[in-house]
């Protein structure tokens, strides 16, 4: 079984603090992990995704994301937030276990403030 | 031209009808996904598809129906709308062997009163 929880339905930062975005997971297999973006009135965009590569991952538009196996988490930061990173995101994890399992987290809204 | 395409954008019907949602891909990708939006509880997949003769029911398929006619198309069907239907409709592809990453298309904004 998998989950995803996203531990911020909101978060709000300054413009120009730093962003985090928090994710934790649950997978019975080595799991394959999705930060994905989207804008108002707009489709979902993957901003970064972890494979079982290398931990750290590092995105589009500055974010990256860490892999944590001993936390199961894989949060998503941006060292200096900008008004165009006002948006929902959301956590997603992913298995392949003989079918096609994916799991979207409830998503975090990002306010940035001016 | 946008690389998934769903229409319509937005429609508005009332109980009972019967709703077609559409959705052409440019992508060439075999899997082809419909996911249900709503507020605090992210995306839900309701029917996927590997090909054109697979079709699979996802987490929420009950009042859902799916026919995927050709590899670049597949369409969401709701014979009976009820208004718990209304909600914010997603198609996405994906590439076999790319990885898991879905492309979506921009969204299909359902109200049924």
């Known amino acids: 079984a998998q989950s995803v929880t996203q531990l911020d339905s909101h978060v709000s930062v300054s413009e120009g603090t730093p962003v985090l975005l928090r994710c934790n997971y649950s997978?019975?297999?080595?799991?394959?992990l999705f930060w994905y973006v989207q804008h108002p009135n707009k489709g979902l965009q993957l901003l970064l995704k972890?494979?079982?590569?290398?931990?750290l991952v590092k995105g589009i538009n500055g974010f990256e994301a860490e892999f944590k196996k001993s936390e199961t988490s894989f949060h998503l930061t941006k060292p200096s937030a900008h008004m165009s990173d006002a948006a929902e995101y959301f956590c997603?994890?992913?298995?392949?276990?003989?079918?096609?399992?994916?799991?979207f987290g409830a998503g975090t809204r990002l306010f940035v403030k001016a | 031209d946008a690389d998934v395409t769903q229409t319509p954008r937005n429609r508005i019907t009332k109980t009972g009808k019967r709703i077609m949602l559409e959705c052409s891909q440019t992508?060439?990708?075999?899997?082809m996904y419909w996911y249900r939006q709503d507020p605090g509880l992210g995306l839900r997949l309701i029917y996927y598809?590997?090909?054109?003769?697979?079709?699979n029911k996802g987490e929420i398929s009950d009042g859902y129906s799916v026919s995927r006619q050709a590899q670049a198309k597949f369409s969401l069907s709701l014979e009976s709308a009820i208004p718990n239907q209304t909600a914010l409709y997603f198609c996405?592809?994906?590439?076999?062997?790319?990885?898991?990453?879905?492309?979506f298309g921009e969204g299909s904004r359902l109200t049924v009163l």
């Open positions: 598809s590997f090909d054109v003769k697979d079709i």
């Open positions: 996405a592809t994906s590439e076999r062997g790319g990885g898991g990453e879905l492309f």
């Open positions: 997603v994890v992913s298995d392949i276990t003989g079918g096609f399992k994916t799991i």
């Open positions: 997978s019975s297999y080595s799991p394959s």
């Open positions: 992508k060439g990708h075999d899997r």
């Open positions: 972890y494979t079982s590569a290398a931990t």
